[in-house]
């Protein structure tokens, strides 16, 4: 069976109330049948490089023990990159450092790590940032870069200004939401290049944000995030109801038409064909 590619954009922080209210080009998809949109719920703690694992590998973070945002160590874990792998496949990153520590080495060394090519890692290429703020605009343009020049079966994009704004400004201000627009601008240039080269792309977060500027409680606030999905595989529009975030990794599997690792869980997202329907 031919494989298909897929991009996986996970953006850091985006609330799905959010999503909703002001992203215009990602609403424009679901209303034209072009994508489906899903409400998730984040596993706990909602804290980033424990969701990054989540997300990545199926796993919750009582199994996968990436548990604090200062647990810098490998995955021990099969993610989403070690199974295409084994399946032949290609894989890039355009995304923040916390990424390479959990997948290709570590911990990051900032004068060495930032650009890894040709690796015989589970990222294959990666492009890594480290801080916070580097703009959203440019690890587009580097998930642009590794796209048109080493043309990955599975590409992994993980922009943070979303997650920096608030922090700084709270979800409950105009900072917070003007970069989520913002990010929505940039989805509406680089998702139209996605599907021209025969791309299937997940836009999701691994957590939202709060009204104290905060994150990693238990509240819808903390919890509740979008998953928008564009692929002849999931039908399109608005699914009712909330989905377990531990779906995101068999899914990629699925639309890589790949077997997902053992410790993943069935997939069960209303709307996916299966191959036989397709």
Same mark, same amino acid.
């Given at each position: 069976?031919?494989?298909? #590619? ?14 909703? !209210? ?11 049948? *072009?994508?489906?949109?899903? =409400? ?6 909602? /804290? ?5 694992? !989540? ?12 548990? %604090?945002?200062? !647990? ?5 874990? =099969? ?5 295409? #792998? ?7 990153? $355009?995304?923040?450092?916390? *990424? &390479? ?10 004068? @060495?790590?930032? /650009? ?21 605009? +440019? ?15 599975? /590409?992994?994009? +993980?922009?943070?200004? *979303?997650?920096?704004?608030? +922090? =700084?400004? !709270?979800?409950? $201000? ?13 989805? %509406? ?21 709060? &009204? ?11 919890? +509740? ?7 002849? %595989?999931? =039908?399109?529009?608005?699914? @009712? ?38």
């Amino acid at each position: 069976m031919q494989n298909n #590619k897929v991009v996986l954009i996970v953006i850091d922080a985006l609330r799905f109330d959010t999503a909703c !209210t002001h992203m215009g080009f990602l609403h424009h998809l679901v209303e034209r049948q *072009v994508a489906a949109r899903y =409400k998730i719920c984040a596993e706990v703690p909602s /804290l980033s490089r424990p969701l990054y694992e !989540t997300i990545l590998t199926g796993t919750p973070p009582i199994v996968h023990g990436v548990t %604090s945002n200062m !647990t810098v160590r490998l995955s021990t874990q =099969k993610s989403v990159f070690h199974v295409a #792998k084994e399946h032949g496949l290609s894989t890039a990153a $355009s995304a923040y450092y916390w *990424v &390479s520590e959990l997948y290709n080495r570590a911990p990051f060394n900032y004068m @060495e790590d930032r /650009l890894q090519l040709d690796t015989q890692l589970p990222i294959d290429n990666g492009l890594f940032y480290f801080e916070d703020h580097y703009p959203d605009s +440019h690890v587009f343009a580097d998930a642009a870069w590794l796209m048109d020049q080493k043309q990955p079966d599975f /590409l992994y994009i +993980h922009p943070m200004n *979303v997650d920096d704004d608030g +922090h =700084k400004f !709270t979800a409950d $201000s105009a900072q917070y939401r003007n970069r989520v627009l913002a990010m929505d601008a940039l989805l %509406s240039l680089f998702i139209p290049k996605c599907m021209a080269q025969g791309y299937e792309v997940i836009v999701t977060a691994d957590h939202g944000m709060t &009204s104290d500027g905060n994150h990693g409680g238990t509240t819808h606030e903390d919890r +509740h995030v979008p998953l928008f999905v564009i692929s002849d %595989s999931v =039908k399109a529009g608005i699914k @009712e109801g909330i989905i377990s975030q531990l779906q995101i990794a068999p899914l990629c599997c699925h639309l890589l038409n790949m077997e997902p690792a053992d410790d993943m869980v069935p997939l069960l997202l209303e709307g996916v064909y299966t191959a036989k329907e397709v």
